[in-house]
């Protein structure tokens, strides 16, 4: 399933993922999210004292992820009918 931009394979979303504090992020903020535009399978994995708290991703990525988490469940169930 692809939605929007054509050509990000799993391995590219795979290697765009910057990790930052929520300090760092604060102040850049409008910034990182007018670059989605750009880059659009761009994540920021947020982190607080060291330790991994969220992750913050184009709407896009997010589609994405979430269809094939709807396709993976779908796909593991059996119907009456099968």
Same mark, same amino acid.
């Given at each position: 399933?692809?939605?929007? *931009?054509? =050509?990000?394979?799993?391995?590219? @979303? &795979?290697? &765009?993922? &910057?990790?930052?504090?929520?300090?760092? %992020?604060? =102040?850049? #903020? #409008?910034?990182?999210?007018?670059?989605?535009?750009?880059?659009?399978?761009?994540?920021? @994995?947020?982190?607080? *004292? =060291?330790?991994?708290?969220?992750? %913050?991703?184009?709407? &896009?990525?997010?589609? %994405? %992820?979430?269809?094939?988490? @709807?396709?993976?469940? @779908?796909?593991?169930?059996?119907?009456?009918?099968?």
């Amino acid at each position: 399933m692809t939605v929007g *931009h054509v =050509g990000h394979s799993p391995t590219q @979303l &795979e290697d &765009e993922v &910057e990790y930052s504090t929520v300090t760092a %992020l604060r =102040g850049k #903020l #409008l910034a990182v999210v007018d670059g989605f535009r750009r880059a659009p399978a761009k994540r920021y @994995l947020i982190t607080k *004292h =060291g330790q991994p708290q969220a992750v %913050l991703m184009s709407f &896009e990525t997010y589609r %994405l %992820l979430r269809g094939a988490k @709807l396709n993976r469940f @779908l796909h593991s169930r059996t119907t009456p009918w099968s």
